[in-house]
């Protein structure tokens, strides 16, 4: 055996190292084995139709980790290959490879279980973000121009975390905070009116066919978990600029903008669908910065429900469980947009509607917003990681677990905290 995969195979025997969270209780488990491993994004899928594996990013490849013996098996070796999402319906994780810098993208199959891999379509402009809950389209989006927000910088300069390195100056010469400065960069893309179209690739054919063409910038394409033709999309920029939340159907039909601003400073973004992908659900603040809530919107009835948070316990994603009974949040450090002093926690929450009162309803109010509150429960002590580094929590399938990226050891690892407090000593 080759002495790589004697690592490798050593790397994946090795027990997962797990721990009491001191402050909260929880049992937090560290279920990547090496350093800079990274789970996908909160809204992409990563975990098998049965809920049994979820698949990682590791540095030599894709691998996949048991979720009931948390051990780590190498899927697909290589480097520079892009993990994208697994599928809804197959045993199946999709990645991305190209031969060089401006050759076209290839798009590969794996079969979680035997590693066999296969072609499946080739993206020649653009970038593909998701799949349809039956594996039968895929979702891209394309740019004319792919400058870097950043004048000046390269494709290599972000920093560790994957980030672009913001700068600008006020006019007089001042230079703006990092926050500040991604604003101006922000708007300065959204005002470059770039042509750009949101596409589907057949898995079948290969057939190329655009659901939407804008100069807006569009952003964050994402299919429904069920629903196989239900797309939803963002315009991307200052959030208090645009018109952030769409959905679309793939036929291009069903044009929808899902939450409009009523006043100045509002935003709302960071959508995702529940996994029914009946409601879409997303951070809204009125206005940014003041007064916050995770709101959500059902698809076929239109009714909006909106459940306050805490300024402490904003969070960058919002996630929701399985079976739709809780939501959990990934909190912030003090220079993000809610400014919490003591918000650096993973948040686990009940939501609690607020009921009318003496149980007098007032005519119409079916046709209102519906107010709830969020009952909360740390999960994780984050006060020593760098939020840099997006936790992007998700909930297993079996709602047990919540999987999270976090560097508070130094190191970027993967790691998953149990929902039910552990047992007291």
Same mark, same amino acid.
């Given at each position: 055996m080759a002495a790589s995969l004697l690592v490798a195979s050593a790397a994946a025997a090795d027990p997962a190292a797990q721990w009491v969270d001191s402050l909260t209780?929880?049992?937090?488990?560290?279920?990547?084995?090496?350093?800079?491993?990274?789970?996908?994004?909160?809204?992409?899928?990563?975990?098998?139709?049965?809920?049994?594996?979820?698949?990682?990013?590791?540095?030599?490849?894709i691998s996949v980790i048991d979720l009931k013996s948390w051990e780590v098996?190498?899927?697909?070796?290589g480097k520079g290959l892009i993990l994208l999402f697994t599928g809804r319906k197959t045993r199946t994780a999709y990645y991305q490879t190209r031969a060089g810098e401006g050759k076209p993208w290839s798009i590969h199959a794996a079969d979680i279980d035997t590693g066999k891999t296969r072609k499946i379509a080739e993206i020649k402009e653009g970038f593909i973000g998701s799949i349809n809950a039956d594996e039968t389209l895929l979702l891209g989006q394309w740019a004319e121009t792919d400058k870097p927000l950043q004048p000046g910088a390269k494709p290599g300069d972000n920093n560790k975390f994957g980030q672009a390195q913001y700068a600008a100056?006020?006019?007089?010469?001042?230079?703006?905070?990092?926050?500040?400065?991604?604003?101006?960069?922000?708007?300065?893309?959204?005002?470059?009116?770039v042509p750009m179209e949101i596409f589907t690739i057949d898995v079948k054919t290969g057939a190329r066919k655009v659901v939407t063409a804008s100069t807006d910038w569009l952003n964050h394409i994402q299919f429904s978990p069920t629903d196989p033709q239900q797309i939803m999309y963002c315009h991307e920029g200052p959030w208090h600029k645009v018109d952030r939340i769409w959905t679309i159907r793939a036929d291009g039909t069903g044009k929808r903008l899902v939450h409009t601003r009523t006043m100045n400073m509002e935003i709302?973004?960071?959508?995702?669908?529940?996994?029914? @992908? !009946?409601?879409? %659900? &997303?951070?809204?603040?009125?206005?940014?910065?003041? $007064?916050?809530?995770?709101?959500?919107? /059902?698809?076929?009835? @239109? !009714?909006?429900? %909106? &459940?306050?948070?805490?300024?402490?316990?904003?969070? $960058?994603?919002?996630?929701?469980?399985? /079976?739709?009974?809780?939501f959990s949040g990934d909190g912030?450090?003090?220079?993000?947009?809610?400014?919490?002093?003591?918000?650096?926690?993973?948040?686990?929450?009940?939501?609690?509607?607020?009921?009318?009162?003496?149980g007098i309803h007032a005519p119409g109010a079916e046709n209102l917003i519906s107010p709830g509150t969020l009952d909360s429960e740390k999960l994780v002590d984050m006060r020593?990681?760098?939020?840099?580094?997006?936790?992007?929590?998700?909930?297993?399938?079996?709602?047990?677990?919540?999987?999270?990226?976090?560097?508070?050891?130094?190191?970027?690892?993967?790691?998953?905290?149990?929902?039910?407090?552990?047992?007291?000593?």
């Open positions: 209780g929880h049992k937090v488990i560290r279920i990547s084995r090496e350093a800079d491993s990274a789970s996908l994004y909160f809204h992409q899928n990563s975990y098998t139709p049965q809920g049994d594996k979820m698949v990682i990013s590791v540095p030599g490849g098996t190498p899927l697909v070796k100056n006020w006019p007089d010469g001042r230079p703006m905070t990092y926050a500040d400065a991604k604003e101006v960069r922000l708007n300065d893309r959204l005002e470059a009116k709302a973004g960071h959508e995702f669908f529940s996994p029914d @992908g !009946k409601t879409i %659900w &997303y951070d809204l603040q009125t206005p940014r910065g003041e $007064v916050f809530w995770l709101a959500g919107y /059902d698809l076929e009835t @239109g !009714k909006r429900r %909106w &459940y306050n948070v805490e300024r402490n316990e904003w969070s $960058v994603h919002f996630n929701q469980s399985p /079976d739709h009974k809780l912030g450090d003090s220079e993000m947009v809610a400014h919490a002093p003591d918000g650096k926690y993973l948040y686990l929450f009940t939501p609690k509607a607020i009921p009318d009162v003496a020593k990681h760098d939020y840099r580094l997006e936790p992007n929590m998700t909930f297993t399938p079996d709602g047990k677990w919540i999987v999270f990226r976090a560097n508070f050891e130094g190191a970027n690892h993967i790691y998953a905290v149990e929902v039910v407090k552990a047992p007291a000593k």
